[in-house]
Nanobody, 125 residues
Framework: QVQLIESGGGLVQAGGSLRLSCAASGRPFSIYHVGWFRQAPGKEREFVAAIWRRSTSTSYPDSAKGRFLISRDDAKNTVDLQMTSLKPEDTAVYYC??????????????????WGQGTQVAVSS
């Protein structure tokens, strides 16, 4: 098992930046594929970014391409999400998720087995 803790959320003005971090404990983080999701009130959980294990392969939805960057440091057991050019519609609780299993894709909540508790991001206009 792995335990995930997100940090770095907060309030930022539109156009600003935030860097979220997902810290893992338990089994070595390097064996996990890791994703970021977000959920706004009254909406479904939405895919934000994913990074494959032991590689630099990443995936983003169109809403995040060019603005968000996911990266990992397996020596530190962390996966970060750098968010730039933030918009009010980016406001949500952001969650880190992990799975050690191969999936056809990593852009659905059911692709993941472990979740953090979330960190709130609020973007003011």
């Amino acid at each position: 098992q792995v335990q995930l803790i997100e940090s770095g959320g907060g309030l930022v003005q539109a156009g600003g930046s935030l860097r979220l971090s997902c810290a893992a404990s338990g089994r070595p983080f390097s064996i996990y594929h890791v994703g970021w999701f977000r959920q706004a009130p009254g909406k479904e959980r939405e895919f934000v970014a994913a990074i494959w294990r032991r590689s630099t392969s990443t995936s983003y939805p169109d809403s995040a391409k060019g603005r968000f960057l996911i990266s990992r440091d397996d020596a530190k057991n962390t996966v970060d999400l750098q968010m730039t050019s933030l918009k009010p519609e980016d406001t949500a609780v952001y969650y880190c998720a992990a799975t050690e299993y191969y999936r056809a894709g990593y852009n659905k909540p059911h692709d993941y087995d472990y979740w953090g508790q979330g960190t709130q991001v609020a973007v003011s206009s």
